[in-house]
């Protein structure tokens, strides 16, 4: 339990980090390279989403994989053969997407974008560029992923923050001290996304600590044949993933200009503050949840599932509900834009919510892994993404931007309380409609009530929108502290004393 506290400590650091670093350094590329420029940036965290997919869920396989079982020198070798094998498909993946990006640069900067006055032969170049930067990325998810199943997250995280922190500083030193050019922006990503890969793949090797050499041809491949039902389900889930977080920006990207797909993206990113305390938990949490299906301890399992959902969904109902319902303000303050902020006048709150309401998902997402189970996924998927489709490119191309979070915010709920209720029947003890109203709704209620007080109260009093934003994360951080309390303070107690003296 000691490992597991330090591991959700540390993946909230690298969290907070990634957040920080985002709102940090977005106002600063807006001011040199211009609105339009940003939204090509904004229209890379898109194209990675699409092609990262190409990675076939396989980064995520082996984090389980790595997770099971236990140190003996058989099982380390067996997890090792079994990177050597998933290299071999990750190396020719990232090959594929450059050359899609190289091949396809044309299309999307003559076809696809509304590039504004932006010549086209740099958008070309600077699509060609991040497939470069997609593909490296892509292979450093993979040995991540086993360092976090091997339970190493710390080391993860540093070599995360620290890669994270290169990039962000030194993108900003070369287009402030040198050219305010996007393809140097990119040629100094490349160079510290490779760096970033060769420390990790160093360190998942210094841990496996193989005492015999150890020898891999091809025929090993057929070891991947263990795997592939789990790793389809995967894949099937991360299309999904795609469809329900990516389908707007792309339909954005095709009927709206440059500079709505920044405010738009701008939102969403506002939006993944919420997502710092689920993703942190879930990081820490999912090793723990696959030992115990490992081991049997149904017991054990469902106790832990409770104390992180209950907490994890307080959390969250917290954060959508004073980030969305200040959400122009702080974008206003955060962006330095009052054109991202006219732009975003309603649809930021629908956008916001709609993010943070996925998020309730992440813990019950990670009981279903840890048995195995990729079904319920893709039945909700199934359900959903024709109709999510549809909506999209019809809401987008007839109401622009609110019509973009209309659909997202309607959907978004929809699948979370349906996902919410198809895990809980499975796998909860109790009664999945009362665990739903519990832990879900009831928390999102009372946070939205005293979000919307608060803002009456807030606007009604003060005129700087700086002012605002202060008082609004001071109302929001006393809430959380209050419904913790109040919701859930003996999950809060049996954690940390379990932390403190751990079995």
Known sequence: MKRFGLNTISNIIARLWSMVAIYLFIPFYISILGESAYGLVSFFATLHSALSILGLGLSNTLRREYALGNQSEENRQRKYNLLRSVEVIYLGIGILIFLLCFAGAGFISNHWLNIEALPASLVETVISLMGVSISLQLISNLYAGCLFGLEHQVQANILCVLWSAAKNIGALAVIYFIV??????????????????????????????????????????????????????????????????????????????????????????????????????????????????????TEKLLRDFNVANRIVNITIACFISFIGLFSVQLIRVWTGSQIYADMLHVVGCLVVFAVGITEFQQIPYALALAHGNTKINVLVGAIFIPVLGVSTWFAIKNYGLLGAGLVYFFTASAQTLLYEYLVYRKYAAASPVKLVLKDTLFPVAVSFASAYISRRLIIGVVRSVLIQCVLAVFAGALTLALMLYFMSGKDLKMLIQEIKHPK
């Open 180 to 297: 305010p050019d996007l393809r140097w922006f990119y040629g100094w990503h490349i160079v510290t996304d490779f760096i970033y890969l060769v420390s990790l793949r160093i360190c998942v090797k210094k841990h496996l600590a193989i005492t015999q050499k150890q020898k891999w041809s091809f025929r090993d491949m057929r070891n991947l044949s263990a795997i592939w039902g789990y790793t389809l389900g995967l894949f099937l889930i991360s299309m999904i993933a795609l469809v329900n977080r990516q389908l707007d920006k792309i339909v954005i990207s095709k009927f709206l200009t440059l500079t709505e797909l920044g405010a738009y993206t701008s939102s969403t990113t506002l939006g993944n503050l919420s997502a710092i305390i689920p993703a942190a938990i879930y990081t820490a949490i999912f090793p723990r949840f696959t030992k115990s299906v490992s081991a049997g301890a």
